[in-house]
């Protein structure tokens, strides 16, 4: 699987729009890139994926880039319930043999400030 | 739908001692696995099962057991416990052989003193 590249925190205004960036420039064709957040002492939520098209849902939306090196995770209203630490993480959809599973990394603390 | 549940909650136990923590999900996914979590780590996976009788190893599998007998249930055995094993457990469960959205549990945290 590519590796990641994240900030290890940021920090973003209560209702503001919060952009956390990921870099994964060694990304295969065939690999995704999926965003997780773990809320503290929580277990890790999954947020959303995407291969190459820009990407929305109720939660967020996913950018990437053309190129596909890297990403950008938006959570259009920011509130103090997003304080958490998120993951991004490149991988193939289904496994791919070997150790199934997803690698998380240290990922980025975000603070939402009141 | 309860989701992914594990049980208990919190655990302190001695060297030496051995121990099972359950995960059972109730959303008849095909693919469970175990992680583990030390403080300001990322997850790490131990072992996972894509169905019923088939398990394999993850990245960190010493010192850990597991068996899948059934469909919904998924039990992490710690055969001999040791205070590198002092972290906070999370079973997760998906679709298919892992695919995007994987549902985690809220966590087992383990002391092994």
């Known amino acids: 699987d590519a590796k990641t590249t994240q900030p290890p925190s940021m920090d973003c205004a209560e209702g503001r729009a919060a952009n956390l960036p990921c870099n994964h420039s060694?990304?295969?064709?065939?690999?995704?890139v999926y965003w997780y957040r773990q809320i503290h002492s929580q277990g890790p939520q999954y947020i959303i994926h995407?291969?190459?098209n820009n990407e929305t849902n109720e939660m967020a939306s996913l950018i990437i880039t053309e190129d596909r090196k890297s990403s950008t995770l938006i959570l259009p209203h920011a509130t103090l319930r997003d304080t958490a630490v998120y993951y991004c993480?490149?991988?193939?959809?289904?496994?791919?043999?070997?150790?199934?599973?997803?690698?998380f990394g240290k990922g980025t603390h975000l603070i939402i400030q009141p | 739908n309860a989701g992914v549940t594990q049980t208990p909650k919190f655990q302190v136990l001695k060297t030496g001692q051995s121990m099972t923590l359950q995960c059972a999900q109730d959303?008849?996914?095909?693919?469970m696995s175990w992680y583990r979590q030390d403080p300001g780590m990322g997850l790490r996976l131990i072992h996972y099962?894509?169905?019923?009788?088939?398990?394999d190893q993850g990245e960190v599998p010493n010192g850990y057991n597991v068996s899948r007998s059934t469909t919904e249930d998924f039990p992490l055995r710690l055969l001999s416990a040791a205070p590198s094993q002092t972290s906070v457990y999370f079973c997760?469960?998906?679709?298919?052989?892992?695919?995007?959205?994987?549902?985690f549990g809220p966590g087992t945290r383990l002391t092994v003193t």
């Open positions: 997760a469960s998906s679709v298919g052989t892992g695919g995007f959205e994987q549902y």
């Open positions: 995407g291969l190459k």
């Open positions: 993480i490149v991988r193939v959809a289904n496994g791919g043999g070997g150790a199934d599973g997803l690698t």
């Open positions: 060694t990304i295969s064709g065939n690999e995704y």
């Open positions: 959303m008849n996914h095909e693919y």
């Open positions: 099962s894509v169905g019923a009788g088939i398990t």
